[in-house]
């Protein structure tokens, strides 16, 4: 039987509440699909610094890149706001996505029908299904350029550059024409080409990896445009490329659309098989221990792996037809629902479970 090696680290606050259901939820479709999982935990965040005094210890580094797929839950918490900037939680989670070279972002942003009425778009608007999937860049662009502060003509002030090469590039589109042709060939790259020379760039290394594609139908929008669109008609949507910083701020605004941060898996993905999956929620401290997470962001983020780095895509759609059948028989008390019982989220994960 075939046993993949998944890291885990379940971070802080509801990290290890959440994460422990989609443990369960992953042995379930092994059980049924025929193969097993096997896990290994290891510290990441705050737990980390309490228990080695950095936030990623190099043994968290070895065993994650030792694994087939690694499993996040969230980091971070007040108890360690105090530890100077170079020791925080946060580093501990980009230290470990820059260890395991993770450049494609990829975060669904998908409105169960049972969910349609949190959105914050009219249900018109959101249709049956919306399902949009953003591939940010996550490793190049402004957010890594050259940067600093200078003095002009007496008058203090600052820059950040945004570059990218064309391999940088390549990679991340190459990877949302994958998406692309695994879901409906339809891809929509996003960038200013009308303003930055980066985004011409971007452009025409889209325009000329088409040629590998020809079964995707591709279109570029200019990111505002994009934001735009995105509440006007997200449907028109499939697949969406774009680099980090418009990727940071559109996926946030897809999320939004969903109305439910609880619900919302992410991936990142490196050049192998491997990558990291997590719930796109923080550890909300406020309700750590009283048993109010939701963790069907973590189960759906352990669909995604199944489907990205498992190949495991039958066993990826039963957790996702399974999630979408426990919303109809529960709710955790973020998506409560007036004729439905409230579950907490031990038992949303034996529901979910229940029904893969
Ligand atoms: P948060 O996402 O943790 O919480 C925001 C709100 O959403 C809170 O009211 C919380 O109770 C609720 N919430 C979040 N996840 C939920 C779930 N699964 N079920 C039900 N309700 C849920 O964001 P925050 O409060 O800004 O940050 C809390 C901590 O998390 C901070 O230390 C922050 O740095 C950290 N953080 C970590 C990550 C990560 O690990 N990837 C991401 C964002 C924030």
Known sequence: MQTYHIAVLKGDGIGPEIVEQAMKALKQAGQKFGFAIEFQEALLGGCAIDQTGVPLPQETVDICKAADSTLLGAVGGPKW???????????????????????????????????????????????????????????GGIYFGERGRCTENGVEAAYDTEKYSVPEI?????????????????????????????????????????????????????????????????????????????????????????????????????????GLYEPIHGSAPDIAGTGKANPLATILSGAMMLRYSLDQPEAADAVETAVSAALKKGRTCDIAAQNLPVLNCTEMGDLVCSLI
């Open 170 to 274: 390549e990679r991340i589109v190459r990877v949302a024409f994958q998406m692309a042709m695994k879901r409906s060939k339809k891809l929509c790259s996003v960038d200013k080409a009308n303003v930055l020379e980066s985004s011409r760039l971007w452009r025409a290394t889209v325009e000329r990896l088409s040629n590998d594609y020809p079964e995707v139908a591709v279109s570029h929008l200019y990111v505002d445009n994009c934001a735009m669109q995105l509440v006007r008609n997200p449907k028109q949507f499939d697949v969406i490329v774009t680099s980090n910083m418009f990727g940071d701020i559109l996926s946030d605004e897809a999320s939004m659309i969903s109305g439910s941060i609880g619900m919302l898996a992410s991936a990142s993905l490196s050049a192998g098989k491997s």
């Open 81 to 139: 706001d105090s530890q100077p900037g170079s020791n925080r939680p946060e580093k501990g989670l980009l230290g470990i996505r820059s260890a395991l070279g993770l450049f494609a972002n990829l975060r669904p942003a998908i409105i169960f029908p049972e969910l349609r009425s949190a959105s914050p778009l009219k249900e018109e608007i959101i249709g049956d299904n919306l399902n949009v999937l953003i591939v940010r860049e996550l490793t």
